[in-house]
């Protein structure tokens, strides 16, 4: 007997209704020690309420029991893409998001721009989130006095702020080089290590840039350094459009999600520089694809800064865009986190996270929308690569399966 993998073997050949995907980045909380509340649960969000008793409900586990994920692997989930089989670093992201074109086996590590004292200490590791105009300066100084290192092509992209991106192009790289930011202050960047032999060259490589790139900016007299985080090799996995038959577009501000987006082939049709924008795009191609992913930052990063009022804030702004997406009429619309950014940690954490799934077949359970309501809502708590199956179903666009 042949083996069958799902959903992709059941994706009905004769379409089906559009999907739209919202995820609020770091949706998921823990209660407020004051109020028992968690940040979406205390925010007014009088739209997906109303939502919420016309959908099922559920949680969603990103990547398994226990393991705090990385916004990549969080998505890859929520995408239909097993994180733990779909193994994608940082550098790549960046570079897909900034729209370089990857060839396969280059090599891409996601840089920090950093802060150091006059030891060469780390004294902020995102250089005081410098502006885009600052950070696009910084690398073209760079950029314009970077020697050339033999065998290898080296190109250097501005991605936000205080984040950039390095491709090395040549024989003989692997990924697999540890990352070179202490992750604290007041001590030197680390050294670029091999993680095995493969990678020594890689390493060397990356490490002798990094070097060139420090002693560059300090002849120009800046206390800016690089930190090279999540090298990695790139090697494009089947798209959406193959496993889903799927035209899909990404509406996201920041890079690194148009730029898992662009991963998995979604289209992106715009660069929006505001939520607002962002919204106006979304409604602008609305009808021209089959699936669109709508990225909402900052529910995340006001969860990482800690501030849970912020976050309260964060997400009773993203409710108003709710309605907006509703008005552009899809068939299917999900809501939901790419993981947990509880404000009383300030980080990611492993913590299932709020789902909503709107559609013509749905069993509501609620009329509130929040991890309360979530968990015991109709559709339980399910790994987030399964999400895509449900959408795909209530899309009316799978098969049955047998006879």
């Known amino acids: 007997m042949s083996a069958i993998t799902f959903p992709d073997s059941l994706v009905s050949p004769g379409g089906g209704g559009r999907i739209v995907l919202l995820v609020l980045d770091g949706l998921g909380g823990l209660p407020h020690p004051e109020t028992g509340r968690t940040e979406l649960e205390t925010a007014a969000t009088p739209v997906m309420d109303a939502l919420a008793s016309r959908s099922s409900l559920g949680m969603l586990i990103p990547v398994e029991y226990g393991v705090t994920p990385g916004s990549g692997p969080?998505?890859?989930?929520?995408?239909?893409?097993?994180?733990?089989r779909f193994v994608i670093g940082?550098?790549?992201?960046?570079?897909?998001g900034v729209g370089f074109e990857l060839q396969p086996g280059d090599v891409a590590a996601r840089l920090n721009l950093a802060s150091l004292d006059s030891e060469g200490r780390v004294t902020d590791r995102r250089a005081g989130r410098p502006s885009d105009e600052v950070g696009r300066g910084l690398i073209a100084q760079v950029e314009a006095a970077l020697k050339p290192i033999p065998g290898v092509e080296v190109f250097l992209r501005h991605v936000k702020e205080h984040r950039a991106v390095v491709i090395l192009r040549g024989e003989g790289l692997e990924e697999g080089v540890e990352d070179t930011d202490p992750q604290h202050t007041g001590v030197p960047p680390l050294r670029a290590r091999a993680e095995h032999?493969?990678?020594?060259?890689?390493?060397?490589?990356?490490?002798?840039?990094?070097d060139q790139a420090a002693g560059i900016l300090a002849e120009a007299g800046s206390s800016i350094g690089f930190l090279a985080r999540g090298t990695a090799c790139y090697e494009?996995?089947?798209?959406f459009r193959e496993r889903f038959g799927l035209q899909a577009a990404v509406v996201a501000r920041y890079p690194?999600?148009?730029?898992?987006a662009r991963l998995v082939g979604m289209d992106v049709p715009g660069v929006p520089s505001s939520d607002d924008e962002a919204m106006a795009l979304m409604e602008a191609v609305a009808g021209e694809y089959d699936f669109t992913f709508v990225h909402?930052?900052?529910?995340?990063?006001?969860?990482?800064?800690?501030?849970?009022?912020?976050?309260?804030a964060a997400i009773e702004a993203a409710?108003?865009?709710?309605?907006?997406i509703l008005d552009t009429g899809p068939d299917v619309l999900l809501i939901t986190g790419d993981h947990a950014t509880p404000a009383n940690m300030a980080s990611h954490s492993w913590h299932p996270v709020p789902l909503m799934i709107h559609g013509p077949h749905v069993r509501p359970t609620a009329s509130t929308f929040g991890e309360a309501t979530c968990r015991a809502g109709d559709l339980g708590v399910m790994p987030s690569r399964h999400l895509m199956s449900m959408a795909l179903a209530h899309a009316g666009r799978l098969e049955k399966f047998g006879a």
């Open 296 to 312: 909402y930052k900052a529910t995340d990063a006001r969860g990482e800064d800690g501030d849970f009022d912020a976050k309260v």
């Open 236 to 239: 494009a996995p089947p798209s």
């Open 74 to 84: 969080g998505h890859l989930g929520l995408f239909g893409y097993d994180p733990a």
């Open 319 to 324: 409710d108003l865009q709710v309605q907006r």
């Open 90 to 96: 940082r550098g790549v992201l960046s570079a897909l």
């Open 256 to 260: 690194m999600y148009r730029g898992v």
């Open 197 to 210: 032999p493969g990678a020594a060259r890689t390493a060397d490589v990356l490490q002798g840039f990094l």
